[in-house]
C-alpha cells in the first residue's frame, strides 16, 4: 500500500501520488552504519525524483510571499544564535515554513537578495502536507527507514535545505540527538544529495565512529524559548579526523543521532540541496522539553499506520 491509505488512517489529507518505493540497505551497509555511525547510500534515488524535489520547493519559494510576513525568520547554526529561536521556528513543527540566510536581510527583515537564493530551508513537515514530499518520505525512502532497525519508526522531520550557490552559510559541527532527543537514543537522519556535492559547495563532513562519544548537548525548550544546555559532556565537539563525504545526485547518507558532522557554506557556483528526514523509534520516550511538539491530540506521523503513544505534547 502507497502513502495515501495509511495517512487516511491519521487523520491527515492525502492525495493518490504514489513514488517508486525505494530499497532496504545491504547487510554490508548495515554493518557499515553500525560500525561507523554513518553511510553512503549509492545512487538511491533517481535524477528525476530528485528533480521533482527540487522543483516543487521552487513551486513552494515562488508561491511565498516575503511582503506578507511581518517579519521573515532567518536560520543560523552558530551556537550563539540557535538561542534566538522564535516563535515561528518553536512552532514550526508540524507546518511546512521558510528560513532564510541571516546575511539575506537588511535590518528590517526583509530581503535584500533573490529570493530562491536566500533561501536556507523549509521546514518542518513537508512530508505531512506537500504530496512530493510525503511521496518520498512514505514510498521511496520506506523500506531503506525501516531497514535500520527501529522498533516503531516515525518520520518526525524533514528539512530541504537549499546552501544556495554564493549565499548558504556553513553549518557547524553538531550532533543531531542534541536537536531530537529520545531516552535510549535512537534518532537517525537520511539526507538525500539533491545536487552533486564536494568540499567546493559545502558537502557533509563527518567523523567515522563519533556516534560512540556522549552526547555533549540537548537544545530544550519550554514552548517559548529554547536554550542549548550541556548534556552528558563540558566543551566542544571534537573535528579531529573529520572526512568529508562527496555525493552524486541521489546518493543517501544516513547518520547516527550521535555522530559528529557538519558542512562548509557554499561560495562556489553551483547549489547544493539536499533533503533530510530525522526519524526517531516511537518505542522510545520522547521528552516534553524537546522543541519539536505536536498540538495536544494530534498523534506524530508514522510509518505503522498509528499513532505514537509514548510522546509528549
Ligand atoms: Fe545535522
Known amino acids: 500500500m502507497g502513502v495515501a491509505g495509511g495517512l487516511l488512517a491519521l487523520g491527515y489529507d492525502t492525495a493518490s501520488t504514489?513514488?517508486?518505493?525505494g530499497r532496504s540497505l545491504t547487510s554490508e551497509e548495515s554493518d557499515f552504519l553500525t560500525k561507523n555511525g554513518y553511510v553512503v547510500v549509492k545512487g538511491f534515488a533517481t535524477k528525476n525524483e530528485c528533480n521533482q524535489l527540487q522543483k516543487r520547493i521552487e513551486q513552494l519559494a515562488d508561491e511565498f510571499d516575503p511582503n506578507a510576513a511581518d517579519r521573515l525568520s532567518p536560520f543560523s547554526s552558530h551556537e550563539e544564535d540557535r538561542e534566538k529561536s522564535d516563535d515561528y521556528f518553536l512552532t514550526s513543527g508540524d507546518k511546512i515554513r521558510f528560513f532564510w540566510e541571516p546575511h539575506a536581510m537588511d535590518e528590517n527583515g526583509k530581503l535584500v537578495m533573490n529570493k530562491r537564493q536566500a533561501l536556507n530551508k523549509v521546514g518542518h513537515a513537508l512530508h505531512v502536507h506537500d504530496d512530493v514530499f510525503r511521496s518520498f518520505v512514505y514510498d521511496t525512502l520506506r523500506p531503506c527507514v525501516e531497514s535500520v532497525g527501529f522498533k516503531q519508526p516515525i518520520p518526525l522531520q524533514t528539512m530541504y535545505i537549499c546552501k544556495s550557490q554564493r549565499a548558504g552559510g556553513e553549518v557547524t559541527a553538531h550532533q543531531d540527538?542534541?536537536?531530537?532527543?529520545?531516552?535510549?537514543l535512537s534518532t537517525h537522519g537520511l539526507w538525500l544529495s539533491v545536487h552533486q556535492a564536494d568540499e567546493s559547495n559545502g558537502c557533509l563532513w563527518v567523523i567515522p565512529g563519533s556516534h560512540s562519544i556522549p552526547l555533549y548537548k540537548r537544545f530544550v525548550s519550554d514552548g517559548k524559548q529554547a536554550v542549548l544546555r550541556t548534556h552528558e559532556h563540558k566543551g566542544d565537539l571534537p573535528l579531529e579526523g573529520g572526512v568529508p563525504l562527496p555525493t552524486e545526485i541521489g546518493d543517501l547518507v544516513i547518520?547516527?543521532?550521535?555522530?559528529?558532522?557538519?558542512s562548509e557554506a557554499n561560495m562556489s557556483d553551483r547549489p547544493r540541496h539536499a533533503?533530510?528526514?530525522?526519524?526517531i523509534d516511537g518505542a522510545c520516550h520522547y521528552p516534553e522539553d524537546n522543541?519539536?511538539?505536536?498540538p495536544p491530540g494530534k498523534?506524530?506521523?508514522s510509518y505503522d499506520r498509528v499513532a505514537a503513544s509514548t510522546h509528549s505534547s
Request: charged share 10%; proline share 9%; glycine share 6%.
Open 291 to 294: 522543541w519539536l511538539q505536536y
Open 177 to 184: 540527538s542534541s536537536f531530537l532527543y529520545t531516552e535510549p
Open 255 to 262: 547518520l547516527h543521532g550521535n555522530v559528529v558532522h557538519w
Open 275 to 279: 533533503y533530510m528526514l530525522h526519524v
Open 18 to 21: 504514489e513514488g517508486r518505493v
Open 299 to 301: 498523534p506524530f506521523p
